[in-house]
């Protein structure tokens, strides 16, 4: 939702957002046609939470935190409107789900991503290099 112009941009984990602003920013984010996926009821149901961030024009930033029900959250979908790039924001998105991953009592914070993302995530957000391993199922 669009904050009052003027006020800083806000972070809230498990924030409220439509589905329409989710997937038009992360349309945006990955460069898809724009889709009608159900992103209130999927978290709902399977996230352990997410992170929005929100400026007086609405959402600007997403990042959905996955979780085994244990001790393992993985971070999915991170997302920055292209118009806000480069201030900060993905970087404050994942700090806010580190936050509340070990709040909830997590004890591992897990990515994956592209080479071109290493700055990102190693240098910016903390995260340190593990092996991991991908199988493409369709
Ligand atoms: C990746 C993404 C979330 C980063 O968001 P952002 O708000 O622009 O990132 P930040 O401003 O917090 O970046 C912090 C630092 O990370 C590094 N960084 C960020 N984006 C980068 C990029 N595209 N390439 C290389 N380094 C990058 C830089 O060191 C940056 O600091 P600097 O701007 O002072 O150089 C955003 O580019 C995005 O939405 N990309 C498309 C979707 C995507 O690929 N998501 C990741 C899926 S794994």
Redesign the pocket.
């Known amino acids: 939702m669009p904050r009052p112009a003027g006020e800083p941009l806000h972070y809230e984990w498990r924030g409220t957002f439509t589905n329409e602003e989710v997937n038009a920013l992360h349309a945006e984010?990955?460069d898809h046609r724009l889709v009608d996926d159900d992103w209130n009821g999927q978290l709902d149901r399977l996230s352990l939470g997410w992170v929005i961030a929100c400026d007086d024009q609405g959402l600007v930033?997403f990042v959905n935190i996955i979780w085994d029900g244990g001790v393992h959250a993985f971070?999915e979908?991170?997302?920055?409107a292209l118009r806000?790039?480069?201030?900060?924001?993905?970087?404050?998105?994942i700090a806010v789900a580190r936050e509340h991953s070990a709040a909830a009592g997590c004890e591992w914070l897990h990515?994956?991503?592209?080479d071109?993302?290493r700055?990102?995530?190693f240098?910016?957000?903390g995260f340190v290099p593990t092996n991991a391993g991908l199988i493409k199922l369709r």
């Open positions: 984010a990955f930033g971070v979908d991170t997302s920055v806000s790039r480069r201030q900060g924001i993905g970087e404050r998105l990515v994956d991503f592209d071109d993302l700055n990102f995530y240098d910016a957000c």
